[in-house]
């Protein structure tokens, strides 16, 4: 019995190597090259390759006879569990952190606002705590104007006729055509900043985050008003560009 399952395991691990080894194969590879890199039998070789045929997970090339994966095995990987979008986030706002120590975080819109669902905090004695699940107007902060600016034309539309531009401290956008001039602004660079307009003493610095054509996300610097210098700032546009671009690979 003992042997039996020894022999059942070394088997299906056998089975798994040749599905590693042609998943990332430059070429589809032939028997002869199983065979040979593989080191299996060529009798449990051949059996294991007809199995793996039979279920779908190994396929033949007509004019070659050599193998390729199977349509069950892309059936099985689109079964499985997708890692959400604040797991996939999460590593990278943590690492855009750390590079600026400035604190960073990502927001995904809710109604007429936007919310941290991934945030790193700066270690430095000044810096903004963005806490998750804090919400703030679209209006009002970097990440929302970023929201705003990927709006189709009637939604904006409609949003700036029903919003009321309530004050959340003395610096706040109280003007539509000044909101509307920042989106614009916003739609042709791909930045978007808050200037102590959410929080007395913080400036803001956001960029927008897309995966299949599809609007997901922003990704933002919080930073005190005294670090955010013109120097700075180029270096925070840059970073964010870059994480942005690594964030929306990760989404593919």
């Known amino acids: 019995m003992k042997r039996n399952d020894a022999s059942t395991v070394k088997s299906l691990n056998r089975g798994l190597d040749i599905l590693e080894y042609i998943a990332t194969a430059q070429n589809a590879p032939s028997f002869s090259q199983l065979l040979k890199d ?33 349509p069950n095995l892309a059936k099985l990987a689109k079964a499985a569990p997708q890692p959400s979008l604040v797991t ?7 690492q855009l952190s750390a590079e600026l120590n400035e604190t960073c975080g990502f927001y995904v819109q809710v109604e007429e606002a936007v919310e941290v669902v991934s945030s790193a905090i700066s270690t430095q004695a000044l810096s903004y705590t963005m806490k998750v ?34 004050p959340v401290t003395t610096r706040t956008i109280r003007s539509k055509s000044r ?4 989106i614009r602004s ?55 560009r870059v994480t942005a671009q690594a964030i929306a690979q990760a989404l593919k």
């Not at 804090?134 to 189709?152: D, F, H, N, T």
């Not at 909101?179 to 920042?182: D, I, T």
């Not at 102590?196 to 610095?205: L, N, S």
């Open 38 to 70: 593989l080191d299996i039998p060529r009798s449990s070789l051949f059996h294991l390759l007809s199995n793996l045929q039979l279920r779908g997970f190994l396929a033949r090339e007509p004019t070659n006879e050599r193998y390729r994966l199977g």
């Open 133 to 166: 699940g804090a919400r703030a107007p679209l209006y009002a902060v970097s990440s929302g104007k970023i929201v705003l600016a990927q709006m189709e034309s009637d939604l904006l539309r409609q949003y700036l006729t029903r919003i009321v531009l309530a």
């Open 88 to 94: 996939t986030v999460s590593p990278f706002v943590r």
């Open 179 to 182: 909101l509307l001039q920042e």
């Open 186 to 240: 916003v739609k042709a660079s791909g930045f978007a900043y808050s200037n102590e307009e959410f929080t007395y003493g913080i400036t803001a610095v956001a960029t927008g985050i897309h995966s299949h054509g599809r609007f997901i996300g922003a990704l933002n610097v919080a930073v005190p008003t005294v670090r955010f210098t013109p120097d700075r700032a180029a270096a925070f546009r840059d970073a964010l």
